[in-house]
């Protein structure tokens, strides 16, 4: 049905940058919302940021300033930009997107998870 592949994760210094980017691929006919997740050991996932197909964005109060969500409609593609990063960002990074594809000859929504890219952020 539909893919979310997530790339952009690794080991970088304390006040270093990463990019991480999710292209998304499969029957689709439309994708709404797009967002990137986190989830530290012994933490639940928690929303990182967000952006709507019109460009739209939030952000969780601890990355504002710091991280920049993006997205290429054409490309059904979102990154998320991160700077200045912080041993506290460690975490397991998932891409998330509420799509409307393709099922046989009609259509459904439903959201749909990356597996997920590990960013360590050493002190």
């Known amino acids: 049905q539909v893919q979310l592949v997530e790339s952009g994760g690794g080991l970088v210094q304390a006040g270093g940058s990463l990019r991480l980017s999710c292209a998304a691929s499969g029957n689709i006919f439309d994708i709404n919302t797009m967002g990137w997740y986190r989830q530290a050991p012994g933490n639940q996932r928690e929303l990182v940021a967000a952006i709507t197909t019109g460009g739209s964005t939030n952000y969780a109060d601890s990355v504002k300033g710091r991280f920049t969500i993006s997205r290429d409609n054409a490309k059904n593609t979102v990154y998320l930009q991160m700077t200045n990063l912080k041993p506290e960002d460690t975490a397991v990074y998932y891409c998330?997107?509420?799509?409307?594809?393709?099922?046989?000859?009609?259509?459904?929504?439903?959201?749909?998870w990356g597996q997920g890219t590990q960013v360590t952020v050493s002190s």
């Open positions: 998330n997107a509420a799509v409307v594809f393709y099922s046989g000859s009609y259509y459904q929504n439903a959201e749909f």
